[in-house]
């Protein structure tokens, strides 16, 4: 799910429109944008392997966890929430401030700007575990050397691919809305507020250099690497492992134990089932925390016609094994919303 670093493009022209669309864009990647990927991979990735030694040297202060936290909620739930739900799927509907935080809020994750990122999500979900697919982990094949091969592919290797998805052919309603382009073209601003704002903060918290390399090592770097590798895991695990409760026509599963660090994006067999649905835990005991903050910004007049479950349509898809398990959050009524009782 993560993306490269993107080459601005302007509106497509409706003349222009009428003509099929490459799904590759004509130009590819740049080896500065592989490079900027590569940093942004491997050095959140150093911090990971450094924590240790690190944390036994310098300890682990009380702010520098809450200070991560915070960003990774803020940064997952932009990512979860607002690049996959609302804006590649269109689960829900946003008014303009809550549109404009949630791609904020997913561009400090650090995962490429929002245009690139819906273009290639979108794009997997056309082709999914199939030719085209970006991120497959069945691309090479299905014995054990093919698959370990193509899990590594589809966790981190295809960042790294040349190829472009085309912005045009897949987002052209995300490149006509001049508030949401902006965000996406001034992503190395995100970036910088990403890396350098919770070093900022732990410098002012605890008046020391000290608090500011601790933050930046721990809320920073560790952070992002965290949240990147629970990203990537939507792509590599999630359509390897898991339970499958939805019949769909490629991999994507479900795991359990992936649900609260994703928010809710790891119920990926229903997801695939119903791509628009806002909720993606739909059974019994399934917590999907980005479920839950679209049902409370809907009952703030925040968020509308917002894509819940649907007893009716969701009932013939789902396997034998999950026909006996009753919809954790479904209700007499046709379209339903979380309850009170569901987790969040």
């Not at 300890?59 to 966890?65: S, Y």
């Not at 996406?184 to 390399?213: C, D, E, N």
């Amino acid at each position: 799910m993560t993306a490269t670093p993107e080459t601005v493009i302007a509106p497509p022209d409706p003349v222009a429109r009428r003509a099929p669309l490459p799904e590759i864009a004509p130009e590819p990647s740049r080896p500065l944008d592989r490079f900027l990927v590569a940093l942004f991979v491997i050095v959140p990735l150093l911090a990971v392997a450094a924590a240790i030694p690190v944390a036994w040297g310098w300890g682990l202060g009380w702010h520098d966890v809450l200070i991560g936290l915070v960003f990774y909620v803020i940064s997952g739930m932009g990512i979860s929430m607002g690049f996959h739900r609302h804006f590649t799927h269109s689960s829900f509907k946003a008014n303009k401030p809550l549109r404009v935080a949630l791609a904020i809020a997913g561009s400090i994750a650090i995962e490429g700007p929002l245009l690139v990122w819906v273009a290639d999500h979108r794009r997997h979900h056309k082709y999914s575990d199939k030719e085209g697919d970006p991120h497959s982990p069945w691309r090479f094949g299905n014995d054990w050397k093919a698959l370990t091969k193509g899990f590594m592919w589809a966790h981190m290797g295809w960042m790294f691919n040349p190829n472009r998805t085309s912005q045009q052919k897949f987002c052209p309603d995300l490149l006509a809305d001049p508030p949401i382009r902006r965000v996406s073209r001034t992503f190395p601003l995100w970036v910088a507020v990403s890396l350098l704002g919770p070093a900022l903060i732990g410098g002012l918290w605890s008046m020391s250099i000290y608090g500011a390399l601790t933050a930046f090592f721990w809320a920073s770097l560790v952070r992002v690497a965290l949240l990147h590798h629970v990203t990537w895991s939507i792509n590599s695990v999630c359509h390897t492992f898991g339970n499958e409760d939805f019949e769909v026509r490629d991999k994507s599963r479900n795991v359990a134990w992936l649900a609260i660090p994703s928010f809710g994006e790891s119920w990926h067999n229903l997801h695939h089932s119903d791509p628009t649905c806002a909720r993606h835990g739909a059974l019994k005991g399934q917590v999907d925390i980005s479920a839950r903050a679209i049902w409370w910004a809907e009952k703030l007049g925040w968020a509308w016609d917002v894509r819940w479950p649907d007893e009716e349509r969701l009932a013939p898809r789902r396997t034998g094994a999950a026909r006996n398990r009753q919809l954790g959050s479904m209700t007499k009524r046709r379209s339903v919303k979380p309850d009170d009782r569901m987790a969040a």
